[in-house]
């Protein structure tokens, strides 16, 4: 099996940075990324919520893997300080000991191309995945041409292969104003900006532009609905809510759109992380799940470094690629000294020096806006609205601990439990919720519905969202076809001891 | 201090299929469990339902479970997902063609209903099988049930008969006065029972220890992947090259198989369930198996930690002493097993004895077995390696 030094897994500006530092200090460095990603994979919303707005056919790989490469300046340094990229390689898994299992001779990574898979080693690992679209739902979603803030990002920069004609964007924090701009750049009209805040949230110059470019901006709206035909987006329903995130009878604005971009708020990446069993925290401020670190950017378990969106997204690493990068370079700093690379003092004094950086930006709470914006959306579109689309899961079936509607299930016992704080003593669990009604079992993994349940079952609870368990995360992390899952390097020995049900054959792990 | 008639430890199948029987009888029941209910290996595992014609002493038991299983979510009034289109066993190896023949022979001998299928009659059961299939054996009785689903049905049955369920409240000890069990310490306090149910999976050995009786079970965690769902292409439950597994309703293909892993578990804390890159394997046994297939995502995978008796075979049995303590476990049978299960535990809690044969099951076979007999077989942990 292929043994690395240190394996970084995600080729963004955290990622890169974090290569780069540590291959100067001297240490064999291998980066590791899964754009360009296939057609496939987009059109489960897989990594990012890509909203069915990619190009098809999207172009041929070998010219997108000439756009990833454009699109991002530090690959080239990279390469020159003597980093192995790898693009187009996913990480699917991955593995360590624990109490539980003990097979393994070391930790490892699943990585996989379009061809197949294969399992790596690593001595130290950083995990610079990025951050991945907080989906919410209304009546209409389910429609082609809703997306989310970086998969359009990513469809407009990396791969050029946006396919949106009118866009109205939903969030004016900078991720949405910066989404909303560039959208402009790339020829889109952006009709609209909508917010359920008062006033906008993001950059006041961005604002002015994007108003001098006649964007409306609706603040204190939420959407109602979108409508189209033949399963695509037409039109999208604005409405006027008040305080409390109730709609305002007679304030709706119907507008005339073929994208609904969601651009709330972005949710680390953390499942990797999650499958390696770091501690894992809700913090407001940093946008959801993220990992435990220090402020060397160390995780909870040895040997496993963070950096950039991952490690804690806020509004203010839209506009500041230094945050991130600091972190990178903080993460490949650590890693290098934890290899023996470099002396601890000269790290520590480095580390000294880009902290201020990589903590630069004062976070501000996130839950309250997605809250916000998760009821406004609740009152406006009602309980029966998909909140997992792969399943056809609704809000109410949800919180009523519903079985899967294909079953039919009728009884006089039917729809007495739930999960509604006066219900009675259901535990709130989401990966309870998960395996009772489907929410989260689809093809996109969970990923568009994850904070929504979490969301729904703190508000009709009364549980603190920090205090459900997040919903747990298991290999593949990545829909993975069977074909390309198939160990192609399994030892003849693993057949000749595979058992027949039970017998002791732990020698086949290993 | 809180009370009950009975006791039952572990909101797993077993515990709760007590319970609905007990509470159907008018018995005043508790259960207990540390996590939550299913929460472990009842809802972790493959959801097969068949009649064990492999398993001569279980074949009373899972027969009685089979027939029950038809009736029971309307029983209970919540889905169970159980589906009753037999059950499938394929061969690929002419060894396996041997097995199989043995298996239809002793199906035959205790009056169960089996017949082999050749590989023509396999393709039209299951469609886009591997050519490579040398025969089947066809159980006209087996199935397969969503098992969380199930375990639910069991838990809401249980309360909606006015039992009571604390879930995230774990067993910390017993008292015992005489040859009896007086109270289950908890972390949310004492309950004093007349009798105790333990239906504690892989921790029944250590919670037997907290009343000073030696119990052979050793965890094991196994593992199982899922993949997109698909139409519906069978509905049997199939084994075969070595794996197990089914099409759930939904469409997901279940599939698990392969070497497992012996491990240890605590008393208050539910065991990490981590899967490993054996699911690669498992994923090449599944596209061996349908070909055709071989181009469907694996979207999750789940492990699971289930117990084993030195013989693999489940525990039903009344402790000696002290003498109000029934032990159930089923050394991963049983969550097909369940339904009769409760009944078998009912029985013994309110008669001291069941119509249904568990001659097989009792604690009694283990009179020679060694405290140690985990080291002696190699049914340990591998060592700690970071």
Redesign the interface.
Known sequence: MESKPLLVVGAGVAGTAAAIEAARAGVRVTLVDENPIDYSMMRLDVPQFFGRRAADPLPDRDLLLERVVASNDDLAEAEAAGVEVRLGTCVW?A?R??????????P?L?LADAER?W?IKYDRLIVAAGARDLAMSFPGSGMAGVMGANGAHALMSRYQALTSRRMVVLGSGDLGLATAGMAQDCGVEVAAVVDVASSARGDEALVSRLQGAGVELYTSHTVKEAVGSAGEIESVVLVEIDDDCEPVAGTEKVVAADTVCLAIGLVPNVELLG?L?CDLAFQSDLGGWVPDRDDRVRTSVESVFVAGDVAGFHDGMVQDAEIARSQGRLAGLAAAESLGAIAEAEALARSDELQPTAYDAIPADVLSGWRRWHRSLVNAGGMNVFVCQC?AVTRAEVIGLQ??R??E?E????G??GLRAQSG?E?V?A??VK??T?AG???C?GRLCREQVSLLLADESGADIAEIPCMSY???VR?????I???HD?PEQ?RQ??????S??????G | MDSADVVVIGAGVSGLSSAYFLAKAGRDVVVVDKGIVGNEASGRNGGMVSERVDEPALIPLAVEATRTWETLADELGHPTEFVQQGRLQVAVTEEEMGALFAERDNALRHGLHAEMVDPGEIRDLIPGITERTLGGLFFAKGGHANTQLAVQAFAWAFQDLGGRLYQNTAVTGFQVSGDRVTSVETTAGPIAADMVVAAAGPQTGLMAGLVGVHIPVAPARVEILATAPLEPLFPLALVGNGLYGHQAVRGNLLFGGGAHEWTDVDLTTEPGKPNTPLIRSIARRLAELLPDLADVPVIRSWAGVVEQAPDYMPIIDILENPSNYVVVTASAHGFGISPATGKVVSDLVLYGETNIDIGGLGLGRFANVKPNWRHQRGWTPAPNRS
Do not use: I
């Not at chain 1, 000991?97 to 070391?106: E, I, K, M, Q, Y």
């Open positions: 898994g593995f000991n624990s109490a539980t299992s003990r097979v393994l001779d070391g490892q699943g898979s399992m499958l069993g399943e079985p899967p294909f079953l299930w009884s006089q016992q039917a007495r439990r003593d535990p669990n990966d309870r395996r009772l489907r079992m689809g093809h993994q298991r290999p593949p829909p993975l076809p069977l074909r899952m198939w160990p399994e693993v001891e595979w058992p027949k049900w039970f002791p054959t732990h020698r086949v792990l």
